[in-house]
């Protein structure tokens, strides 16, 4: 029997290839291969983008003329539209603003991926309506998603089907896309409808699917937490890659029950080798606690609050007593996997939420401690996924396999520091890993940027235009010089 090609073999033999040039033909080209459109903006045409935003325009122009650096400059202005400009699907449904975020070469929605391509565009909503209702679209699309299978990441605009609709878990609709359980995916929605309601004071969004979506959440969370035996999810697929699949006919390795959460994949789509992914964990904490806000500001559910604030803080507390080891070089760091049992993997991944994140989504400040002294392991050959070579330095994962750092990485690095020369640095090293492209990518090779996964990568993109933004804004003198 011919074994069924795992996703990232369909893209590395041919399908993103195919899927880039199908949908998004301009961003094909490189600036190298191209010399005499060498730094013109490789934008679609204006009447091919999917979504323009004023507010988003205004940005580019106003941010370019901030950059010193040409190709800073350029890649800014392919960047951080890409999201509007290739990914966004929007109308109306049922009266309500409607909006459905591929991932980019993949024709699928993740509740992970469409709110974080979206999220940098949130503090431009109030200077454009038409903006604020695509923004508004996209969270009511994900309620419905979560209403569709909470244990879903990625989903289909439709009773479509899927390449993976034989994986053997218990739920796999039509409407879903993959079924792979990750903690994350039921923690952005909440981060950008909480960011969403603070920026605009709109609390349409907060309708009644939405709190049964909620309810539908936390239910989840519970159920894998594990006390009352392994809960309602496995999952195995028929593959030849061992982190497509989960072991013990599904439900992943052995955990105590100690107050975390388990994720059986990671936000890469990996599956765990303990179930307590700390960083996810460590997510849902923060999210919890946004939940429990909107939930007594806006909706008045007093009862369901506290019991969002109660997880939170049972889930916290979990994190601070088992989800910390004792590094032999390093000291006390956050783990990045643990079991209950005493168990821990010291690693990160490239993938947001990781270890390196923790700060960027709210959990704790970069000066914290274990935070500082895990911030050394992960840069660093403490870490099995560090890889450092000719062409740059940073964290990667098994989902593209060793030596290729993944671009993510080093944006969230600089997110997480304010050292000015380390965050210029990142910067450099990324303007000059794009491969001639112009874009940012899933990964690239150490030793060689122009070896890269991923030409058509949405998330990363708009998370690089939002990395040289916040620059401007708290550092601005390392864009008015040549980097």
Known sequence: ??????????????????????????????????????????????????????????????????????????????????????????GLKDGRPDTFVITGDIDAMWLRDSSAQVWPYLPLMKGDSDLQWMVAGLVNRQ???????????????GPLGSYWETDHTQHMVKELHERKWEIDSLCYPIRLAYHYWQLTADVSVFDTNWHEAMKLVVQTFKEQQRKQGLGPYSFTRDCDRPTDSQINNGWGAPVKPVGL????????????????????????????????????????NETFAEECAALADEVDAAIRKYGTFNHPVCGRIYAFEVDGFGNALCMDDANVPSLLAAPYLGYCSIKDAIYQNTRKMIWSDNNPYFFKGKAGEGVGGPHVGLNYIWPMSIIIKAFTTDDREEIAACLRQ????????GFMHESFHSENASDFTRSWFA???????????RTIREFPDILTQRL
């Open 261 to 300: 959460i388990v994720s059986s994949f990671r936000p890469s789509d990996d599956a765990t080798q303990y179930g307590f992914l700390i960083p996810s964990n460590m997510f849902a904490v923060v999210s919890l606690r946004q939940l429990a806000e909107i939930e007594h500001k806006v909706c008045k």
């Open 1 to 90: 029997m011919k074994k069924k090609m795992s996703r990232r073999q369909f893209l590395k033999t041919g399908g993103l290839a195919l899927a880039a040039m199908t949908v998004q033909p301009s961003s094909m080209f490189s600036a190298s291969s191209i010399p005499s459109l060498k730094y013109v903006s490789l934008r679609p045409p204006k009447e091919k983008r999917h979504f323009v935003s004023k507010a988003v325009e205004a940005t580019i122009e106003e941010t370019k003329q901030k950059i010193k650096d040409e190709k800073l400059r350029w890649m800014f202005e392919n960047c951080f539209p890409n999201t509007l400009d290739t990914t966004v699907r929007h």
């Open 430 to 437: 990324l303007r000059d890993t794009d491969g001639g492209t």
């Open 459 to 469: 998330w990363v993109n708009t998370l690089f235009g939002e990395l040289v933004l």
């Open 143 to 157: 309620v419905k998603c979560i209403l569709t299978d909470p244990y879903a990441n990625a989903f289909n605009d």
